[in-house]
DNA sequence: CTCGTCATGTAAGACGTTACATGATTTC
DNA sequence: GAAATCATGTAACGTCTTACATGACGAG
């Protein structure tokens, strides 16, 4: 009765895990973290997140509790397991999860770049630039609320492992800034 | 007879039609160039590529031309056509393409550092570290071979594009190991 | 009275990857 | 004798996204 089917985790689901280990929560309030926090290096869709959660709780990683609610609608709460949370320090541990992926659509059409209008590139340059920042102040603003304080500087304290995730946002926002300026220098010369 | 059934290409799609813009080649031409300068920005595997020409072909925005080969297997090399380079102009100008996309497992492994053995996290840092510094010097020796040399400096001119393109590999890298070091520094605190 | 929050889910399909299959030729 | 290069493809599957569906409550 452990399992029906259903092998491993798929790496979203992994991810998903890990986010139940430190406190249960609803597919919703997940959501919700995949967005601000995970979400930089892991994108999860809400639809993605509701499909996993039945998995996991399939291969007995974790566990779903119905909460009736007033006013609001009923939620489901999941907990990790023992067993999910031995899984998922095997998982995490393991030497090669897999490379980084990077999917860069203004950087392709920089690549063709020749192939478009004047004009036109340093618009699209433009765009880009501004939903970077307004990610870069996001990204400043939780280092600088919801994660200050002085935490032990240790690896076995979650405080500072989340901080290097948004040091690592802030750290590569700020690299593509320093890019986009080079980009704008090609952009207008002589076009 | 224009097409039969198939609506647009998808994203990779494109970005193989974008390949054959420039001078027609083979599926196997095209996936040794992902590798080497799209494939940093926009990863596409050799079955990909096999399965999106004859897609290309049929909605005729590519003509395939079989060119027989002693010693050598036989290849057919691949030709962009008027509404091939129409539509990819087009699609490569429209606003919104699409946003970034990043996977990132290492940040997985750092986000989740609190559960992994003490010295694990150093020694993933490491191997990490020296994937990155080898790609570092891949990219900086297209940027001084086969990218070097002056061109016009201008949108218009495919080189700069592509040494753009480069560019964003090397500052995005030296960011990445800037961030490392800061990873070095908590990991090794007093584990 | 409209918009945002809370809350869960499904169905269909797009997109891309892994692994398999083949085989001659050249280089070390 | 082993390995890399050249060259093309397919079948099965994993993974994730888009769009749809529903509905009550509170704030402005």
Redesign the interface.
């Known amino acids: 009765m452990k399992n029906t089917s259903d092998k491993q985790p798929s ?1 979203g689901g ?2 998903i895990l ?1 986010l139940l ?1 430190d406190s249960p929560k609803s597919g919703y309030d997940l959501s919700a973290i995949a967005q601000r ?2 979400g ?4 999860l869709t809400k639809a993605h997140i509701y499909g996993e959660l039945p998995k996991l709780e399939r291969l007995s990683y974790v566990e779903g509790q119905e909460v009736p609610q007033q006013g609001v609608p009923d939620k489901k709460i999941y907990t990790a397991t023992k067993e999910g ?1 031995e899984a ?2 095997d998982w ?2 393991s ?1 090669s ?22 004009g ?2 340093k618009e ?1 340059v433009d ?1 880009y630039r501004q939903s970077v920042i307004k990610t870069h102040s996001q990204y400043s603003a939780i280092l600088n609320h919801a994660l200050k304080g002085s935490s ?7 405080v ?3 901080r ?2 948004v ?2 946002a802030l ?2 926002i ?3 800034l ?2 986009l300026n ?2 704008d220098l ?2 207008i ?3």
Chains 1, 2 share one sequence.
């Open positions: 790496p992994w991810v890990g280990l926090s995970v930089q290096f892991w994108p949370r998922f320090s995490l541990a030497p999860i897999g490379e980084p992926l990077l999917r860069h659509p203004l950087l392709v059409q920089v690549f063709f770049g020749a192939h478009l209008p004047p036109r590139l699209l765009v032990s500087g240790s690896a076995s304290d979650p500072s492992m989340r290097l995730a040091r690592h750290i590569r700020e690299a593509e320093v890019w080079e980009v090609v952009a010369a002589t076009d």
